[in-house]
Each structure stands twice: as structure tokens, then as C-alpha cells.
């Protein structure tokens, strides 16, 4: 193994090996004569024991048998660094690679990037030139106004300057010709005066024969008559059958005038009942004929109407649609198969839609609805029972079946026991318990109060179904406020028949938030708002309805309903006292109750 030290045999040794120091010198030996000042080299302290172990190892391993597998080891070994040599070196190229494709990806990356940034500076231009086009295209349309607003402006003061002119002159033309027509008469009256005072004479000459002639011919006319009439008399005295016919025929002129009057009277009465319409009775659907001549389109659209829904239109909370729907189906089926009509009364703050259902009640049953109010009852006095009874009368007389609906009816349905109700009003009462004692299948009474609790115990007796009409809640007053807005601001602005646009905002975010403004308002104070809204866009100079003019409406809207609340707190607060005067009084009701 001598050739692994880069030696062969029969060779020496070197005295150096590199990586190994060499041996250092004896001390005391030739060459430096034991010299101490002599600097010392780098072998000076060399051990040569261990290149001797080295050489000896080596040459035992090249004296082995097992040398050749040694020195194939040695090459395996070298093979095997050479390849992990090679893979590292596959390695490095792969990273490089790697490195490489990772910049190109970065490369395209920015190249992305800086596309996509050259594309937003394009589109951020374009938009600003599109900016630039449409304020240099408003502008233009504002100068045009301008001008034609000051070519109109100039033309009306032309125009009033004209007209000013040809008022002054046809002024003028009047002035002096009143005052020509003044001379005129003044002459003509000094003439006529003149004539006068030199005929006066032969006037009053002309004048006294007139009135002799007039004297004697009255004086003769009388005379005449009085001896016409005076021959006739005594020739009808003497004539028996004259006189007798006369007589007859006076009395059969009177049973005639007698007959007609009656006969009148009772037509009258008839085609009351019949065709005309109640005093009592408001509004109604029922035809008559003073309708029919007025208006024979709308009556025959009424006619061949469908039956609506009894809900359309009509926004409450799901629980109540669910009862007031059951009740529409049981009118409808109940007319259709000529069963009896039930009552219903409707209570609840005022404005949460107790009329209205009342109406598509009466159109989704196929029946004519009549409204009539409390407060017409007691000014009636003593005609209230006449007029009642023609309203109960009148309803019979329906062929389809009449919904009567009685808005207000605490106004003189109230407890008869009060003093605060009158004679002709109670009189009035107990014909209305008279004529709805039992139920009937020509007519149902539907009774809409705001104070319940005031009505007469016999009242409460013919009530079949009490239904509470509450104010609408957060969902309600969404659907209110969006079929408000759509139908009084987004339908006459998507028509354009009026004057009216919207600007341009979410309404429908909108809409949500005014829904929750508005706690505690009821269905007609929203319906105001959308008329609020309306006549807004209609004052505005443009006719555009922003966002800022809905949310004033509202904030007044909310103010005057808080005002409404307080002077209801405060009347509800002086009612107490009332009833606080009399400690018995609430004993009293709900012992009448």
C-alpha cells in the first residue's frame, strides 16, 4: 500500500509528507551546533512516530491478501462521492432551474400585474374623460337653458311691454271715447231739455187727454163685466142640471187631486226603497238610477267586474290575514248557498284598514257593500227612526246581498242607561235592535268602532265574530311603505304622464329604513306619507323627488304623530279623573257589561 503515500517500491521514503510536519531536529545535533539564538523552523517540534505507524500500517495493508478488496472499496468509495458529487451537482442545476422558472413566474407575474394597473389607468381615464364628456355635455344643456330661459324671459317682457302698450292705447281709445259719448248725451240732454221747456204745454195737454180716454174706457169695461157676469149667474141659478153637474164635477175633481197626492206619495216611497239611496247611507255600490244616467260606462264596468280578492290591497299581519281571509270564505260560501249572514264587529285604532276590508269584503262575495257613519245618526233627531228603518227597508231589497257597514257605530249605539244620550237617539236604538234581532239572509252588518267598550249590551248580543284590527308591525309597515312609495312616486314617475321623478338612490334599503322609523303609525298616516312624497317632488322647481325631501316628510311625519300621542295621553289622563270623581262608575259598566 506504499503507492497510497504516492511512493513505489524500492523507493525511499521522503522525508516530508505533505499534511504531516516534519520531524524536528535533535537538539545538540549537527547543523546547528547547539545553537540557541538560531531561530527555530517549523519542524523543530516535529514527532515522527506517527509517520513511521503510517508507513508501517501501509506497508502491512500492501503486504495483505486483502489489498485488492481495499483498494476495490477505495474505489467504490470514490465512485460512490463522484455520484453523490454528481447528484448534488443535478441538484444545484435543478435549483437553478427552479430559481430560473420561479423568476419567469415572477417575471409574468409583474407583467400581470402591471397589465392589469395599465388597465385600471386606462379605465380610470376613460371614466374621467367620460366624466369630462358628459359635465362638458351638461354644461352645454345648462348654458342652452340659461339661453333659452333668457330668450323666454326677454320674449315675455317684449310681449308684456306690447301688451302693456296696446292696453294703454285701447285705455286711451275708451277714455276719450267716453268722453266724446259724454258730450254727446250732454248735448243731446241740453237739446231734449230745450225742446221740453218750449213744449211743455202742449205735454200736459196730450198727457190729461190720455188719462180722460184711459177712465173712460175702464169705467166701461167694468160695466160691461158686471153685466155679463150677472146674466150668467142668474141663468145658471135657474138651470138645476147646470148647477147639479157643476157640483159633481168639483167633487170628482177633489177625490182625483186626493188620489193622485196618495198615489204619488206611495210611488215615492217605492222607488225609495226600491232605487233611490238612503239619507243615512254614504257611500254604496248598489246601482241607482240617478247613477245609471250619470255614468252608464263606469256602471257597466262594475257589472262585468270579477270578484276580487278579499285581501288585495290590504296589508296585515299574517295572523289576522289568516282570520279575516276564513271569514271572507265563509261570506262568500254563505251567499252562495243563501245561508244566514253573520255579524262581525271590527275594533282598533283608527286607520289600521277596518273600512277597506269591509269593501273587498263585499266585492270578494259577490254582495253590494252600503257605509254608512254614527255621527249622521244623532243630528237626525226625530226622523232617525224614519231613516232607519228605510236604511233596513232598502237593504232588503238586494238581490245580491248587502254588507252594511256601520263606521263609528259608538256614536249612537252607545249604552242606553247614560245620561249623556238623548230620547230621538235612543228611540233610534231600539229601532236598529229592532230591525237586527234575528239574523238575516238578505243583509249582514259589519260594525267598526275605535272604543268597543261603550256599546249597548243588546249590541253586543247580536255580534257573532270580534276581530281586532292592531297597528302594523315591522314587517307590515315595510309592505306598507314599498306599496305606497310604488304606487304614488315609482308608477306616475315610470309613466311620465305627470310631474314627477326620482332620483337616484336604493329604495329599497331605503324603504326598510323608514319602516323602522315609523313605529306606531298606522296604515293611513304611511298612505299620507306617500301623498307627502308626492306633492314634495310637485313643489320642487325640477319635479325630482331626493332622498333629502323623503327623509323631511318623514321626520314631520314623526313629529306630528308624536303631538298626536301626547294630546291622546293627556285626554286619556283627563278621562281618568273623570271616572275618578265617581268611584262607582267602573263597578257600574262592568255590571251593565
Known amino acids: 500500500m506504499s503507492w497510497l503515500f504516492g511512493l513505489n517500491k ?10 504531516f510536519p516534519e520531524p524536528p531536529s535533535p537538539p545538540g545535533g549537527s547543523g546547528d551546533g547547539g545553537d540557541k539564538n538560531k531561530p527555530k523552523d517549523k519542524w523543530s517540534n516535529f514527532d515522527p512516530t506517527g509517520l513511521e505507524r503510517a508507513a508501517k500500517a501501509a506497508r502491512e495493508l500492501d503486504q495483505s491478501r486483502h489489498a485488492k478488496e481495499a483498494i476495490n472499496l477505495a ?36 407583467r400581470r400585474k402591471t397589465l392589469n394597473e395599465e388597465t385600471k389607468q386606462h379605465q380610470a381615464r376613460a371614466q374621467y374623460q367620460d366624466k369630462l ?15 333659452n330661459e333668457e330668450n323666454l324671459r326677454r320674449q315675455e317682457d317684449s310681449v308684456q311691454k306690447q301688451e302693456a302698450m296696446r292696453r294703454a292705447t285701447v ?10 259719448e259724454m258730450l254727446r248725451i250732454e248735448a243731446e240732454a241740453r237739446a231734449q231739455a230745450k225742446v221740453e221747456r218750449e213744449n211743455a204745454d202742449i205735454i200736459r195737454e196730450q198727457i190729461r187727454l190720455k188719462a180722460a180716454e184711459h177712465r173712460q174706457t175702464v169705467l166701461e169695461s167694468i160695466k160691461t163685466a158686471g153685466t155679463v157676469f150677472g146674466e150668467g149667474f142668474r141663468t145658471f141659478i135657474s138651470d138645476w142640471d147646470k148647477v147639479t153637474a157643476t157640483v159633481a164635477g168639483l167633487t170628482l175633481l177633489a177625490v182625483g187631486v186626493y188620489t193622485a197626492k196618495n198615489a ?45 280578492d278579499a285581501l288585495e290591497g290590504v296589508i296585515l299581519s299574517p295572523r289576522l290575514e289568516e282570520r279575516v281571509r276564513d271569514i271572507a270564505i265563509a261570506t262568500r260560501n254563505t251567499k252562495a248557498n243563501k245561508g244566514l249572514y253573520r255579524n262581525i264587529l271590527m275594533y282598533g285604532p283608527p286607520g289600521t284598514g277596518k273600512t277597506l276590508f269591509a269593501k273587498k269584503l263585499a266585492m270578494h262575495s259577490g254582495m253590494d257593500y252600503a257605509i254608512m257613519t254614527g255621527g249622521d245618526v244623532a243630528p237626525m233627531g226625530r226622523e232617525g227612526v224614519t231613516a232607519m228603518h228605510k236604511v233596513f227597508d232598502w237593504a232588503g231589497t238586494s238581490k245580491r246581498g248587502l254588507l252594511l257597514f256601520v263606521d263609528e257605530a259608538d256614536a249612537f249605539l252607545r249604552k242606553r242607561s247614560t245620561e249623556k ?4 237617539l235612543r228611540a233610534t236604538l231600539n229601532a236598529f235592535l229592532y230591525r237586527t234581532g234575528e239574523q238575516s239572509n238578505k243583509f249582514m252588518l259589519v260594525l267598526a268602532s275605535n272604543q268597543p267598550e261603550q256599546f249597548d249590551w243588546a249590541i253586543n248580543d247580536r255580534i257573532d265574530e270580534i276581530v281586532h284590527f292592531d297597528l302594523p308591525g315591522l314587517e307590515e309597515r315595510e309592505r306598507l311603505v314599498r306599496l305606497y312609495f310604488d304606487k304614488y312616486v315609482l308608477q306616475p314617475a315610470s309613466e311620465g304622464k305627470q310631474r314627477l321623478k326620482v332620483a337616484q338612490f336604493d329604495y329599497g334599503k331605503k324603504c326598510s329604513e323608514l319602516s323602522k322609523l315609523t313605529e306606531g303609525m298606522s296604515g293611513r298616516e304611511i298612505s299620507k306619507l306617500g301623498v307627502a312624497w308626492q306633492a ?7 319635479g325630482i323627488l331626493t332622498e333629502a325631501m323623503i327623509d323631511a316628510r318623514v321626520a314631520d311625519a314623526i313629529r306630528q304623530h308624536q303631538q298626536k300621542m301626547a294630546w291622546l295621553k293627556a285626554e286619556g289622563k283627563e278621562g281618568a279623573k273623570e271616572i275618578g270623581k265617581n268611584p262607582l262608575q267602573p263597578l257600574l259598566e262592568g255590571t251593565q257589561v
Open 536 to 542: 314634495a317632488a310637485y313643489a320642487s322647481e325640477d
Open 10 to 19: 524500492g523507493q525511499q521514503e521522503p522525508p516530508g509528507v505533505p499534511g
Open 264 to 308: 204619488t206619495g206611495v210611488a215615492g216611497r217605492y222607488i225609495e226603497a226600491r232605487l233611490g239611496k238612503p239619507s243615512l247611507v254614504r257611500d254604496t255600490s248598489r246601482i241607482t238610477v240617478a247613477e245609471a244616467v250619470k255614468h252608464p260606462i263606469k256602471i257597466t264596468k262594475r257589472l262585468y267586474s270579477k270578484i276580487q
Open 421 to 424: 244620550i238623548s230620547e230621538d
Open 75 to 110: 474505489k467504490v468509495q470514490e465512485e460512490t462521492l463522484q455520484m453523490e458529487q454528481q447528484a448534488k451537482i443535478k441538484e444545484y442545476e435543478a435549483a437553478v432551474e427552479q430559481l430560473k422558472n420561479e423568476q419567469i413566474r415572477v417575471q409574468a407575474e409583474e
Open 133 to 147: 364628456a358628459r359635465q362638458r355635455y351638461e354644461d352645454q344643456l345648462r348654458q342652452q337653458q340659461l339661453q
Open 171 to 180: 285705455e286711451h281709445e275708451m277714455e276719450l271715447r267716453h268722453k266724446n
